[in-house]
């Protein structure tokens, strides 16, 4: 049975003024998550995503269907039993979200105390917490004292201060530079495999979703509209939308206002080739191409790596008579999918 489950789940604000529509921020969403998975959840602004991690941790009530999670139903809930499975569910922001007046220490002991855990107790899991994130040292700084980064250390610590099997990741890293963000990705990757904590991630960049799901799910207009595994989400998108977060990453297809441009710079013919698990790898497809004697030019796209697979999308131009090329690429066809250019 899944760890996370909703079935049909719908969240509908009512208008805000007299003659207005009301908003339905997640329309009729059904999503299974096992646990032990890292599952990210990607849409763009508005998509509902954050409304949906709102449903899953019961700060918002669901409008309509079921949520589950390990097995209970929380739909319908008193408040007592909601602050109760709170506290297995663990929730990091964008803005950190830290009180300023308070230590570091007293931020990450905060959930503890709110669940009456006795004193040595306390004491001894904020010490432990803080020195799996690293921040020992800042037990006593304040917020106001950190860096980004460390901030986002301390919101996860006390997120994790009550062993909770569900961490939500709201956009958790979106306030912060490249290399903190690799640093809190790692950290995040740690306590999955480490800790056994099942992860949901809220994000709208894709790469967040490369480096650190194992699933994902596309958000648009409150459902989704895809899902999967990552490597086959990234490496074969159906949806428009979809494709437009996997080009964020990798270069994939020419548009066709980029194949435009192309022809015009480059002679020959223009072919993508995709690469992927059981396709022949790109050494061996260009080694075929130039024993047929055929000039090569790379003019687009690129490989790509998910989780230690790679795939990718390659366009040439090949510079030949079509006596030449059209059994080359009829060869070439049965070694790796491609797609001719438009001339």
Do not use: C
Not at 25 to 40: F, N, R
């Amino acid at each position: 049975m899944p760890l996370i489950r909703l079935a049909d789940v719908s969240k509908v604000y009512p208008p805000l003024a007299r003659g207005a529509s009301a908003l339905t921020a997640v329309d009729g969403v059904s999503l299974d998550i096992e646990a032990g998975d890292v599952y990210g959840v990607i849409g763009y602004s508005g998509a509902g995503k954050s409304t949906l991690a709102r449903l899953i941790n019961a700060l918002e009530p669901a409008t309509g269907g079921s949520i589950e999670i390990d097995g209970r139903e929380i739909v319908g809930l008193p408040e007592r039993e909601l602050r109760r499975l709170r506290l297995g569910i663990g929730m990091i922001f964008q803005q950190f979200n830290l009180f300023g007046s308070k230590t570091v220490e007293q931020n990450v002991a905060y959930p503890l105390q709110v669940a009456g855990t006795p004193r040595a107790e306390l004491r001894a899991r904020v010490d432990e917490m803080l020195r799996f994130v690293g921040l020992s040292d800042k037990a006593r700084s304040h917020p106001e004292q950190l860096s980004g980064g460390q901030k986002q250390r301390v919101g996860i610590a006390r997120a994790l201060a009550a062993s909770p099997r569900i961490l939500l990741a709201d956009e958790a890293t979106s306030a912060l530079d490249p290399d903190t963000t690799g640093e809190v990705l790692a950290l995040l990757r740690r306590i999955n495999e480490e800790l056994g904590v099942t992860i949901v991630v809220i994000t709208h960049e894709m790469d967040v979703v490369q480096q650190l799901a194992t699933k994902v799910a596309v958000m648009e207009a409150g459902r989704i509209v895809e899902r999967g595994p990552v490597f086959d989400v990234f490496s074969a998108p159906r949806e428009a939308v979809t494709r437009r977060f996997v080009s964020t990453v990798v270069r994939t297809v020419p548009s066709r206002e980029e194949a435009a441009v192309l022809r015009a710079r480059h002679s020959g013919r223009l072919v993508t080739l995709s690469f992927s698990d059981g396709s022949a790898s790109q050494g061996e497809v260009f080694a075929e191409i130039a024993q047929a004697g055929v000039p090569l030019e790379l003019v687009y796209g690129g490989i790509t790596d998910v989780r230690g697979r790679a795939f990718g999308h390659l366009t040439v131009a090949l510079d030949a008579s079509d006596a030449v090329i059209d059994p080359l690429l009829a060869r070439l066809g049965a070694r790796v999918a491609l797609t001719e250019v438009p001339r």
